[in-house]
């Protein structure tokens, strides 16, 4: 139901745009959010921003180089990485956020499959 596109190979201080297209259900009234995995570790909060996109929010390491952004026109969100670095390699992962901790993976669901994003030195 959610479909993350856009990831691919960039050099380091490059940037990209995620999109994360909704289909079969519309979640224009849910926030939404996207988390990030890299090869052996943990799933990460990245970024998550509100139903109406007035409100957003970022992990520390994050702010400034990323943005998230929506178009409920369109039932989809975006995630404009910029200043790319190779510890930015992860699987990217969007999200409906359904629960009330905006950091927190377990207050999510209706998880995409993911898009890859490798960042070479």
């Known amino acids: 139901q959610l479909q993350a596109s856009g990831g691919g190979l960039v050099q380091a201080g490059g940037s990209l745009r995620l999109s994360c297209a909704a289909s079969g259900l519309t979640f224009s009234m849910y926030p939404r959010g996207w988390f990030r995995q890299a090869p052996g570790k943990e799933r990460e909060f990245v970024a998550s921003i509100s139903w109406s996109g007035g409100g957003s929010y970022y992990a520390d390491s994050l702010k400034g180089r990323f943005t998230i952004s929506r178009d409920n026109a369109k039932n989809t969100v975006y995630l404009q990485m910029s200043r790319l670095k190779p510890e930015d390699t992860a699987v990217y992962y969007c999200?409906?956020?359904?629960?009330?901790?905006?950091?927190?993976?377990?207050?999510?669901?209706?998880w995409g499959q993911g898009t890859l994003v490798t960042v070479s030195s």
């Open positions: 999200a409906v956020r359904t629960g009330d901790y905006y950091s927190d993976s377990k207050s999510y669901d209706f």
